[in-house]
């Protein structure tokens, strides 16, 4: 259940204990309660935790306004997870040979395919998506290229491609990425555009900037994010195909389930109590009655697919993961590879020092975090990786 804090315009309602959220966080959540756009209340997800301008874990609705840094610079940013017909006893006693297949199909950190990865196998017109390329903002002229061939890329940082086991031991494939050097371009680029704007002169933070509803900027954002959130979701999409094609070849007759996928960075055009409002994710997952997701823990500790029960307090949201409880740099100085490797054990997976800073003990406890939501998702079933792989 939610704890009510009381904001400027709007209240903050917490997910989580009070005491939990860092200062940093508290602060962005309050800056956020001062927009006079600001709609009903701000909904604060269990995995709260400090971000550049909005805080990650908060769902904010807005009447006639959108703040790009709300969404964050990875737009449509999120998860896809299918269910196979393997069974743990199926997958290879050596799955270092297996994760070796998965990376050498799927690059990995700032790597990109030499051809294109996509295919008439993969749904949607591709050539209509690909034509709209030159209707986005001149400001990313020229990146047409890369984005053409980042396209069923993984990315770094805490993105990952995961084999996993269920609590039936059924094998399942789950990756988490977005809309790569595109998005991250086309999000740079609008927030500096609002935060020039006059009306955000005098907001207690910069980076909240908004645009307007009716006004040429708020229309040239909105076209270049629901681009790049496509993007985003065609990306999963396609490195879900590649991810599968490797299975295919290694195990004879698997087949797969429908893919679960959900954005948790991200902008929608919802009803919430009787109005049409903008609401923006920015971790957090929509999680409307019956509606499929999922909620990731760190490399070593497991994930939830849930079913979402509609609550209208959270705006019908969930939490889109554990949660940062410390940030990377201090991660990097607290903890060694060889803290990595144990905290990973069964796990085949990275152990070296570039992924420290996505140590398990760097996150919440995804169990309580799942807990502290028990009114805004039920649990299906709980996963646990055998392979994970990190840019």
């Not at 993984?154 to 789950?174: K, P, Q, R, S, Y």
């Not at 060889?338 to 152990?351: F, H, I, M, P, S």
Request: aromatic content about 6%; glycine content about 10%; overall charge neutral.
């Amino acid at each position: 259940m939610a704890t009510t804090i009381p904001g400027q315009y709007v209240d903050i309602r917490l997910w989580t204990r009070p005491e939990t959220v860092e200062p940093e966080a508290m602060r962005q959540l309050r800056n956020i309660t001062s927009l006079p756009w600001t709609f009903k209340h701000v909904a604060v997800m269990p995995d709260v935790h400090y971000g550049k301008g909005a805080t990650v874990g908060s769902v904010i609705a807005m009447r006639d306004a959108v703040s790009p840094a709300a969404v964050g610079v990875d737009i449509g940013c999120g998860m896809t997870a299918v269910r196979t017909s393997l069974r743990a006893a199926d997958l290879p006693d050596d799955l270092g040979r297996l994760r070796t297949r998965l990376e050498a199909a799927v690059p990995v950190g700032f790597g990109a395919h030499k051809a294109t990865a996509f295919t008439g196998r993969d749904a949607g017109d591709w050539d209509r998506f690909w034509r709209t390329f030159d209707d986005l903002t001149p400001a990313v002229k020229g990146q047409a290229d890369r984005a053409l061939h980042q396209m069923g890329t993984l990315g770094g940082g805490n993105h990952f491609i995961e084999v996993c086991l269920d609590t039936d031991e059924a094998v399942w494939v789950m990756l988490h990425s977005g809309s790569r050097g595109i998005g991250n371009l086309l999000a740079q680029h609008h927030i500096e555009v609002a935060r020039r704007l006059a009306h955000n002169a005098a907001l207690p933070d910069p980076d909240l900037a908004v645009f307007l509803a009716h006004t040429p900027q708020m229309a040239a954002y909105r076209h270049d994010l629901f681009w790049a959130q496509d993007y985003a979701r065609r990306n999963r999409a396609v490195m879900l195909r590649l991810v599968c094609d490797v299975l295919r070849k290694q195990f004879h007759g698997v087949s797969f389930a429908e893919a679960i996928s959900c954005h948790h960075n991200y902008v929608a055009e919802e009803t919430h109590f009787g109005e049409e409002v903008l609401v923006t994710r920015k971790g957090a997952i929509r999680a409307g009655r019956g509606d499929l997701g999922i909620i990731p823990g760190s490399m070593g500790t497991g994930s939830y697919i849930v079913r979402g029960l509609g609550n209208p307090d959270s705006f019908e949201s969930a939490s889109h993961g554990a949660g940062r409880r410390m940030s990377r740099t201090k991660a990097r100085k607290q903890f060694t590879a060889a803290d990595l490797a144990a905290q990973t054990a069964g796990v085949e997976c990275r152990k070296d020092a570039g992924v420290v800073d996505e140590i398990p003990a760097a996150y919440k406890d995804i169990n309580q975090v799942i807990a502290d939501q028990s009114d805004l998702v039920e649990v299906v079933t709980q996963l646990k990786q055998v392979i994970c792989i990190k840019g």
